[in-house]
């Protein structure tokens, strides 16, 4: 069944608890934290959502863009990423993937110095106010999902 609504819980106005890990495949757990503020809205007749992240920690005029673009044959999401922090601004296609049992999973493929991973990400509602992604990278010694990334979202109220 296709359901254009599973990203309809991002709608409107967060602020956004970052943890990254400071070296990622690295046996690391040193994490670093950052705040940064999200507004979300749909596109497209529910087909899309998109958002803009504004955050002082990778300099001051960081702006992230996300457009998701649900594909209703399939019933797949496309997770599309763009950011001022990298000269050559434009779409990257991420990840691929759909939501089940309330919880969204989307992989694809991400360059880290110079080695190519499978990317994992996790979407999923938390409370009427709350909601979290995960990013992973997969360790293919270890055969283990290495968290390495982790945002909590919680709604900016008007």
């Not at 046996?27 to 958002?51: Q, R, V, Y």
Request: charged fraction near 30%.
């Amino acid at each position: 069944m296709i359901d254009i609504h599973n990203f309809d819980f991002l709608v409107g106005k967060w602020n956004v608890l970052n943890r990254r890990l400071k070296e990622r495949m690295a046996d690391c757990d040193e994490w670093t934290e950052f705040t940064a503020e999200m507004e979300t809205k749909p596109i497209l007749n529910g087909l899309g959502i998109m958002d803009e992240m504004k955050s002082a920690h990778f300099g001051d005029n960081f702006i992230g863009l996300s457009i998701r673009i649900l594909n209703p044959v399939s019933n797949e999401w496309k997770i599309f990423w763009a950011d001022t922090a990298n000269p050559e601004i434009g779409l990257k296609e991420q990840v691929v993937g759909k939501f089940e049992n309330g919880v969204g999973k989307f992989f694809g493929k991400e360059d880290y110095k110079g080695k190519e991973y499978n990317l994992r990400f996790l979407w999923k509602k938390e409370t009427a106010d709350t909601a979290q992604w995960e990013q992973a990278y997969y360790n293919e010694a270890s055969q283990v999902w290495e968290t390495n990334w982790t945002m909590l979202f919680t709604s900016i109220k008007n």
